[in-house]
């Protein structure tokens, strides 16, 4: 990556490094499944930005579509047994 | 990640499992008189994802910089609730946190012709916190919340398979 700036023309109040961004942006990359596949190459960090806010927002989404269902599941389900099934069953894996 | 056949009750996972199943009991603890009943339905929604919202915070805690944000943000809202007159309390938390996050590396613009300054922001309005992150923090925190997401949205789907059958 080229680039790297010495240490004497950044301004004494920044010491992020590149290298610490790229570090950070690649880690990014891996999470997220989209771009998971392509971890070998070049993806630029521009790229991976927006690809991790598309990735939020689905899961967002994720999240509002689970509790709509619950709220409606929760609505026709009376016992409290299955608790401990759930928990158990959860943890196991 | 973690060894699967192991039980770890201080994981993440199941640390918001405990949290969410217990409001969820309490939520459906609360039965009216037409508990199918949209708009019943629908107040029901709100505390569900409420709850999985704050059974994700409390359980990360103030280790993260979003958590931290979160948990704020869950306690303001109550107190407002409680007391019209906390705007002022709730203010100088906020600024607490600022505080806390960009004390070093203030730099939060790369104009260096790397050019991803836009995308940087829109991901500051998606992670809870965010405006107050330097780059370095936004996506060091991001890739937690990341994590986090998804585990929340795991357990969630095996509890909605649960009672689906």
């Known amino acids: ?93 | 990640m973690n060894n699967p056949h192991h039980l770890n009750p201080t994981s993440l996972k199941s640390r918001f499992t405990t949290r969410f199943l217990r409001a969820l009991t309490k939520i459906r603890a609360q039965k009216p008189i037409s508990s199918s009943s949209p708009t019943e339905i629908f107040r029901r929604y709100r505390r569900i994802k409420a709850a999985a919202d704050k059974s994700m915070a409390y359980s990360v805690r103030s280790r993260r910089i979003w958590s931290r944000a979160m948990l704020w943000k869950l306690r303001s809202r109550s107190y407002r609730r409680q007391d019209p007159c906390s705007g002022r309390r709730s203010g100088k938390t906020n600024q607490a946190i600022m505080k806390k996050s960009s004390n070093e590396n203030t730099t939060t613009r790369r104009e260096d012709g790397v050019g991803f300054v836009e995308e940087a922001d829109e991901l500051r309005q998606l992670v809870p916190g965010g405006e107050t992150m330097n780059l370095c923090n936004l996506l060091d925190e991001t890739a937690h919340y990341i994590k986090c997401l998804t585990t929340q949205v795991q357990v969630m789907k095996k509890i909605a398979d649960f009672y689906s059958f």
């Open chain 1, 1 to 93: 990556m080229s680039g790297r700036r010495s240490r004497s023309k950044q301004s004494s109040v920044s010491s992020i490094t590149d290298d610490q961004i790229t570090d950070l942006v690649s880690k990014l990359q891996h999470l997220i499944p989209e771009l998971r596949r392509r971890r070998f190459d070049k993806v630029s960090t521009s790229k991976v930005l927006q690809e991790t806010c598309n990735y939020i927002r689905s899961l967002h989404r994720e999240v509002e579509d689970l509790s709509d269902r619950l709220s409606q599941l929760l609505a026709s389900t009376d016992s409290d047994s299955d608790q401990a099934a759930i928990i158990r069953s959860l943890l196991m894996q």
